[in-house]
C-alpha cells in the first residue's frame, strides 16, 4: 500500500490530518452531546445490563416505548432479551463483583417473574 493509498479514503475523499474523515475524536462526541443536551451514562458493565433490562420491560409492556409512547407486549422480543441476560450470566459468572452479581441475579429474577405473569 502506498503513502497516497493511506492519504486518500474510500471513495477518493483526501483525509485531513491523516485521520478518517467519517471518525470524530472523543472530545468531539462529547462537544456534540453537550450541544443536543444529551448526558449519557458511563459505560459499564451495571449501564449495560440497565440497558437490557430496560428494553425487556419495553418489550413486556410494563414501560411505553421511548419511540412511540405506546406500551406493547412482544414476548418472542422479551424472552430474547431475557436469554440475552441469562447468556451473559453463564459466559461471565465467575467475573464480576458482588455487586454486580446481585443486580444481574436482580434483574433476571424480575424479568423472569414478570414474562411469566405475562405469558399466561
Known sequence: MSEQDLDTAPGGEQKQDGRDPGAASASEDQATEKRAGLTLPQVDFSTFLLSL???ALVQ????PDPTTGKSELNLELAKHSIDIVCMLQDKIK???DPEETRLLEGILYELRLKYVIKAK
Open 60 to 63: 413486556l409492556g410494563e414501560v
Open 94 to 96: 465467575n467475573g464480576l
Open 53 to 55: 433490562a430496560s428494553s
